[in-house]
DNA sequence: CTCGGTCTATGTATTTATACGTAGTGTCAA
DNA sequence: TTGACACTACGTATAAATACATAGACCGAG
């Protein structure tokens, strides 16, 4: 059986080499090629054909879930598995809704990183534990329970506009940007604009 | 002559493992231990004796500009190497002012992180390029026109704190945060809350 | 000693945000 | 058709923030 062919995905040099250096005593796990954003991993697909692609979402360029979109549409056999910091159910979604067949954060363990690699591998979808967790948590996401509307407000909130400023780019009434915000404080049970573009900013609503 | 004696702090255990599993190949290097946080950076030095710690910036529990801080302190022999994903001069400048006698960006190479722990280890301040190029930038940070007072207050406004309490907390009366916000908006060319946070957050003053 | 910078604080005025309440309109599913 | 939901918007009230201006006290450098 030959080894796994493994292509690393991340702008970060030190993470790319310290995870090449610690997967190159894995017998099965082949690190064929390494690449510093989306365009690039795919770009190199054709030469390098990967088994499974270990990427990241915030990069230059092109970032994870983008890629995985297009890994998913020209090259299905390839199993996308995203390495991530971020742990908001947000991105977990929107990285399975990308087609990508696993999601480990970067806080897991190099053994769970390789058990990982194999799973999507061999057709499994891999979640760590934490990433099963937000998953299955009971808890709705707040996002989920705050309108598009009000989510569109609110991003705008977090680039810096006034209620005012706001009003004007969606031509809509100073009042009626007020009332989104209120009733996404109260569903928040938030008071305060600094919580607010806080909350905006940690789950990928920042608006850049 | 004998190996420098590394210690390697984040809570990312990929990071570790991988720096670790890369630095295994260094004649002159011996990864001595690895911590996760500052204050675990701290305790374990008696016992571990580094020569050189290379440390990141945001870790749970204690963090590396605070941990650099007591090294400085307690451990005077002790070389902190900063190793962060940062790139604002106010987190490069905090880093130094603490202590530490080199800051290197998680974009660099392996090579140049290598480097850069021998530097330190034989007296010298390293930074990276980009990190040197940020440093004499002519550009003035507009945090190095925010008095310390005003960065104190705009932390604490990022933080999510109203006037009035900031007031309370720092016992001064509220006209004078609404003095030292104006001032702040002022200098930055802002006028709502919501870009005050942000640019807080943006620029290492979030009050975290 | 002088001067500049920082911190503190107040007067005055206006705008903005938060919060409670209410309700019309349009859309869609049952 | 009805009801739920989302979007829109206003009345009322209060608190908070923004902005202009001014100035005293203290400290440190020249």
Redesign the interface.
């Known amino acids: 059986m030959s080894a796994i062919r493994l292509l690393i995905v991340d702008?970060?040099?030190?993470?790319v080499?310290?995870?090449s250096?610690?997967l190159?005593?894995c017998d099965d796990i082949d690190v064929v090629g390494v690449a510093e954003n989306g365009e690039e991993a795919i770009e190199k697909t054709d030469e390098l054909k990967p088994d499974v692609v270990l990427m990241d979402i915030n990069m230059p360029i092109m970032n994870g879930i983008d890629a995985a979109e297009i890994f998913n549409e020209k090259y299905k056999h390839v199993k996308v598995l995203i390495?991530s910091?971020h742990d908001d159910k947000e991105y977990v979604t929107n990285a399975l809704r990308s087609g990508a067949k696993g999601y480990i954060l970067?806080?897991?363990?190099?053994e769970e990183?390789i058990n990982a690699v194999r799973s999507v591998f061999n057709g499994g979808i891999y979640y760590s534990p934490a990433v099963s967790e937000i998953l299955l948590s009971k808890d709705t996401d707040e996002n989920e329970i705050l309108t598009s509307r009000e989510q569109t407000v609110i991003s705008l909130?977090?680039?810096?506009?006034?209620s005012k400023k706001i009003a004007s780019q969606l031509d809509i009434s100073v009042r009626t940007v007020e009332t989104h915000r209120r009733n996404v404080n109260k569903k928040l049970n938030i008071s305060?604009?600094?919580?607010?573009?806080?909350y905006a900013?940690e789950h990928g609503l920042g608006g850049d």
């Open positions: 702008d970060h040099p030190l993470v080499d310290g995870l250096s610690r190159s005593s390495l910091m970067k806080t897991v363990s190099s990183m909130v977090a680039k810096g506009l006034s305060s604009t600094s919580a607010l573009v806080r900013i």
